[in-house]
């Protein structure tokens, strides 16, 4: 599976291309499916925010689905084991991106397990998966204790499926938890590689390669 791991979305014209480049052809030629299941575990998400990002209407951004995609679906985690796998997977593989939204990292981690999604991954080598905050953290194999906001087993590991860790929405005007003396606290913290990244700033991974895409502010950490 190729890689897009965002703080903000595609915020930016080099973020767009790496996105492209990342699809190998036109957004417009190109099938999405939105995952909002993130929002549902943060306790400042609501229903208003998932119908925001559904339709792409947070103010003064794009982010995902207003890119000018060929089609774009929703695709609720939480439902999937409702409904059979031999029903979903075809949707899944069909789709050139999947665009998985912000919210709680561990939450979202919790349902792609619960969901077979995680199991499903490794099978998709040509799938774009273009993470934003959490939807992005989820792939690393820790995300911090003090971005967990949904605690059941109190762990802050997620699916590892990258060797690092993100700290998202650096420096984020009026967001002081957020600075660039939070991530080297939080990087001393997590102990392994990471970066942190701003909302203009992605990393694209694909085969194995990880390149950071900026326009932005970044901060490599224990590398």
Known sequence: MKML???GGVTNSSIRSALVELLGKP?????????????????????????????GRWPDQQGLTELGWRSVGVLELSALPTIGRERWE??????????????EAIYLSRWMRESGLADLLPS???TVWVGVSAGSMVMTPRIGKQFVEWDVEGSDE??????????????????????????ARWAAE???H???????????????EVRVVSE????????
């Not at 949707?91 to 050139?96: P, R, T």
């Not at 997620?158 to 991530?183: C, E, K, M, R, T």
């Open 216 to 223: 932005g502010k970044w901060l490599e950490l224990n590398a």
């Open 5 to 7: 791991l965002t703080s």
């Open 124 to 126: 998709l080598a040509d």
């Open 90 to 103: 075809s949707w899944v593989a069909a789709a050139d991106a999947l665009l998985v939204d912000g919210g």
């Open 190 to 192: 997590i102990e392994g």
């Open 158 to 183: 997620a699916l590892g499926l990258v060797d690092f860790s993100i700290f998202p929405h650096l420096d984020y005007p009026g967001w002081d938890s957020n600075s660039s003396d939070s991530a």
């Open 194 to 208: 990471s970066f942190a990244i701003d909302d203009h700033t992605a990393l694209a991974i694909q085969e194995g």
């Open 27 to 55: 957004i417009e030629e190109c099938h999405a499916l939105l995952i909002p299941t993130a929002q549902w575990g943060h306790p400042l998400c609501s229903p208003q925010t998932v119908w925001m990002s559904t339709a």
